[in-house]
Structures are given as structure tokens and as C-alpha cells.
């Protein structure tokens, strides 16, 4: 079975956000939006191997994540499309891997979820996954897109093989919040926090609840 290298990409700016931090370390929930996506990735029982691709436009985010014990590929900076281009051509002079691919703004991308996607991947007969979702979702929850395409909105997961040529690709639409709520705005950061604050008041009634059992 062939490896899988989960990429995250970290090189953007971020300018819409309009925040003190580099995108990928605004906080949410208590932590940097980047340590969400990470956590699930570790949490994946697909994925061998993470890396993170920094750029110039993030220089703290690269120390941080050193820190944190991943390795970085540094790319120029210069779009989405370029810097991809530039993460295959490392990889393929490397060996043949499978590359999953999300962005470091989509903190609710959850290890079942990732796992589902590979799977889906996996019994599929092409070389590269590109993941969107139903420009519905986000009418249901009052998101904005960034972009929409025949009524789907790319989510900023993907899989590629390490090849840079153009691939035989496949459209997997996941009707699913998680995959929609990508930080790119203040508005969309009010919205995670929200739902973040939503799930940690459950976890804490979810604890005391537990206790007053474990006392009776």
C-alpha cells in the first residue's frame, strides 16, 4: 500500500482575514488554527507522514511549527497553483507517494472525515482527488465562498500523486460544514468560535454529568 504524506499548505497571506497574526496561528478555541488541522491529521489512521509548507509570508509559522516537531517544505509564496507545483516537483524527485493535501484554514476537518476521503481515494481509479462541497452548505449556514463552481465551492482538500503533470482527477462532493468553513474572513473566524465554544460547554457538561454518576 503506498504512503501517504499529508501537505499542509501555510504560505498564504491571509490578507482577507485582516488580523495582527499570520493566518495559519490566528487563535481559535485556544490554540492556532494550524494545531486543529495537525491534531487531526495525527489523529488520521491513514496518514504516515505530515509536513508543512511554509513561505516567506509566514516566517513565525514555520518556527512554530518546528517547533512542534514537523518538518517543512519551503515554497515561494506566490499563489496556491505555483506552490503546489513546487511541492510535487520536490516530492517527485523523491519517490512515488500519495500527497494529501489540505489547506492550514480548515480546523473542523476531522481524522474520521480525512479517513473517509482517503478511502474513497483509494478504491478509485484515478491519481488525483480534488474535494468540494455543495454551494447549498453554505447558504444553510450563512458562509460566504471564496469562489463556486457549477454550484460547488473547491474545500481546500486534495490528492495527488507526486507527479507534476497533469493527472487524471476526479470531483468528490462532500456535503459537509466541515469542509466548508475555511478562516478567511473575521466572519467565518466568529463562526468557528462559536461552534468550538459550542463543543468545549457539551464537553464540560458531558464531564460534570459524568461525576455526578460516578458519586451516585
Known amino acids: 500500500m503506498d ?3 499529508a501537505i499542509v499548505m501555510a504560505g ?3 490578507t482577507r482575514l485582516n488580523q495582527e497574526h499570520e493566518k495559519p496561528l490566528t487563535p481559535a478555541g485556544g490554540k492556532p488554527l494550524i494545531e486543529h488541522v495537525l491534531e487531526n491529521l495525527e489523529g488520521s489512521d491513514n496518514i504516515q507522514n505530515i509536513m508543512v509548507a511554509t513561505s516567506p509570508n509566514t516566517p513565525l509559522t514555520e518556527d ?3 517547533s512542534l516537531g514537523y518538518s517543512i517544505i519551503r ?11 513546487e511541492i510535487l516537483s520536490y516530492f517527485e524527485e523523491k519517490g512515488d507517494y500519495i500527497l494529501f493535501v489540505i489547506n492550514a484554514d480548515l480546523p473542523l476537518v476531522d481524522p474520521p472525515l480525512i479517513d473517509e476521503i482517503i478511502e474513497y481515494y483509494r478504491v478509485s481509479s484515478v491519481e488525483a482527488l480534488t474535494v468540494f ?8 449556514h450563512g458562509l460566504i465562498p471564496s469562489a463556486s463552481w457549477r454550484g460547488m465551492v473547491p474545500s481546500g482538500v486534495n490528492i495527488l500523486r507526486s507527479k507534476n503533470k497533469i493527472q487524471k482527477q476526479e470531483v468528490l462532493k462532500v456535503p459537509r460544514l466541515e469542509l466548508a468553513l475555511n478562516i478567511n474572513t473575521l466572519r467565518d473566524l466568529i463562526f468557528l468560535e462559536r461552534l468550538l465554544g459550542d463543543d468545549i460547554g457539551r464537553e464540560k457538561s458531558n464531564k460534570r454529568r459524568r ?3 460516578e458519586r451516585h
Open 12 to 14: 498564504g497571506k491571509g
Open 3 to 5: 504512503r501517504i504524506i
Open 211 to 213: 461525576e455526578i454518576l
Open 64 to 66: 512554530h511549527v518546528k
Open 75 to 85: 515554497t515561494s509564496g506566490k499563489g496556491y497553483i505555483e506552490d503546489l507545483r
Open 133 to 140: 462541497v455543495p454551494l447549498g452548505v453554505y447558504e444553510e
